[in-house]
């Protein structure tokens, strides 16, 4: 992983790429935002749904590429493959930090 990544966001792709909700839900703030495929889910709860819903419907794949640090947010394009329709994608995730945690992931198609 890039060297500038934060370090909930290098623990949060890793979830991912392990397909470990727990591990994951530990990198968000309480009151965390993702949205993804235009649906947002908010709170650790709605959160840990969707993840164990992509887990077991995509067993995605992640590879980390470009990222690029901004003021409020860091903003980093991932390769995803799995079992969805157009895989791989090259989908840039956009994330922003309040406190050492996620507080909200949005990810663009």
């Known amino acids: 992983m890039p060297e500038e990544l934060a370090a909930p966001i290098v623990a949060y792709i ?8 727990k591990s ?3 990198t968000l703030s309480d009151d965390a935002i993702v949205t993804d495929e235009g649906h947002t889910y908010e709170g650790l709860d ?3 749904v ?3 819903k992509a887990n077991h419907d995509f067993k995605a794949e ?14 980093v394009k991932v390769k995803v493959a799995g ?3 157009g895989s791989p994608l090259l989908l840039p995730i956009h994330f922003t930090l309040d406190k050492g ?3 909200k ?3 663009l198609s």
């Open 50 to 52: 969707w993840s164990d």
């Open 83 to 85: 079992d969805f329709p």
């Open 101 to 103: 945690k996620i507080r």
């Open 46 to 48: 709605e959160i840990k």
């Open 14 to 21: 890793q979830a991912k790429q392990d397909h470990d909700t």
């Open 62 to 75: 992640y590879e980390v590429g470009k990222v690029s640090l901004h003021k409020t947010e860091t903003v």
């Open 105 to 107: 992931v949005l990810i």
């Open 24 to 26: 994951l839900l530990k």
